[in-house]
Nanobody
């Protein structure tokens, strides 16, 4: 059974930091592009960040660039999202996703429809 399990969410004050983790199991994810998406109440699910299978390439939304860092450990089948300088507008449920498709680097990584596996999400709340 393929599973992606997120952890590390919580409540933090504006300007603070959180580190989200996603543990993958049930298949070999070491060749997958891994992504993070988020969904705020009443809004669509938005792309946050993604990382190539090797970890050598990353891509970020403009809203988090310079504040968030995505990384992965293929030996441990985990992907992480370090979130610094958090803002109230970062409040959302954060989802980890994986795709085995070969995607061109760049904007295609932002398309949620191209990710085949999803976690259940973890809540991040940033208070002002």
């Amino acid at each position: 059974q393929v599973q992606l399990v997120e952890s590390g969410g919580g409540l933090v004050q504006a300007g603070g930091s959180l580190r989200l983790s996603c543990a993958a199991s049930g298949r070999t994810f070491s060749r997958d592009t891994m992504g993070w998406f988020r969904q705020a109440p009443g809004k669509e699910r938005d792309f946050v960040a993604a990382i190539s299978w090797s970890g050598g390439s990353t891509y970020y939304s403009d809203s988090v660039k310079g504040r968030f860092t995505v990384s992965r450990d293929n030996a441990e089948s985990t992907v992480s999202l370090q979130m610094n300088s958090l803002k109230p507008e970062d409040t959302a449920v954060y989802y980890c996703a994986a795709t085995g498709r070969i995607l061109l680097y760049g904007s295609t990584w932002t398309r949620s429809s191209l990710y085949d596996y999803w976690g259940q999400g973890t809540q991040v709340t940033v208070s002002s």
